[in-house]
């Protein structure tokens, strides 16, 4: 399978914890890279491989893998944080690469 | 500090090919485990994974786009290039490459370029 599947929206209250979560097969092989993309910008780095955060990255931003899900948590959420989330792993084959279909996270 | 830069048309016509350069700095597409992948998103819609180019000249493709696409590397300019052919009007999008990074079960894009809008239209 080369799908991984996220849900198109999620919100939060300011200062909550929310949690965004990506479906796919080749989870259970390979982790999710997560990114977050504000409006207008290109998509930066947030978490990546068992849990790790790039040196900049709040370390409010977590990552989670169980089965055929990864998740993105963030404890806290601000204002800034309100942006599309995408995933991203390797297909099933280890070959190839995919992309989720993003979530849309708004902060209340 | 890595950077990467998108350059090529910003108009193209039905059936035409496309021809983006990736013109980067601060690695070298010659150290083993690095790529430089491309990544589009039409307006509005969400990322979609179109090649990758490794260390070695090892290129993967989109299922959907290997027939359309072709991917090189110039090691010596810091350049990799990305052509599709038969451009149509659904390929309007922003074109990102990345730096690319993979070891075993995990790998990531980072940095990304600043993305350049190609519009396809007559």
């Known amino acids: 399978s080369s799908e991984l599947t996220q849900d198109p929206a999620v919100s939060v209250a300011l200062g909550q914890t929310v949690r965004i979560t990506c479906q796919g097969d080749?989870?259970?092989?390979?982790?999710a890279t997560w990114y977050q993309q504000k409006a207008g910008q290109a998509p930066v780095i947030v978490i990546y491989g068992k849990n790790n955060r790039p040196s900049g990255i709040p370390d409010r931003f977590s990552g989670s893998s169980s089965r055929n899900t990864a998740s993105l948590t963030i404890t806290g959420a601000q204002a800034e944080d309100e942006a599309d989330y995408y995933c991203?792993?390797?297909?099933?084959?280890?070959?190839?690469?995919?992309f989720g279909g993003g979530t849309k996270l708004t902060v209340l | 500090q890595i950077t990467l830069k998108e350059s090529g048309p910003t108009l193209v016509k039905p059936t035409q090919t496309l021809t983006l350069t990736c013109s980067f700095s601060g690695f070298s597409l010659s150290t083993s485990g690095v790529g430089v992948g491309w990544v589009r998103q039409p307006p509005g819609k969400a990322l979609e994974w179109l090649a990758l180019?490794?260390?070695?000249?090892?290129?993967r493709f989109s299922p959907s786009l290997q027939s359309r696409l072709t991917i090189t590397k110039d090691t010596s300019k810091n350049q990799v290039v990305l052509t599709m052919t038969n451009m149509d009007p659904v390929d309007t999008a922003t074109y990102y490459c990345?730096?690319?990074?993979?070891?075993?079960?995990?790998?990531?894009?980072?940095?990304w370029g600043q993305g350049t809008l190609v519009t396809v239209s007559s």
């Open positions: 180019i490794y260390w070695d000249d090892d290129k």
């Open positions: 990345a730096h690319h990074y993979g070891s075993g079960s995990f790998h990531w894009f980072d940095p």
């Open positions: 991203n792993s390797r297909d099933t084959s280890g070959k190839l690469l995919v």
């Open positions: 080749s989870l259970r092989s390979y982790y």
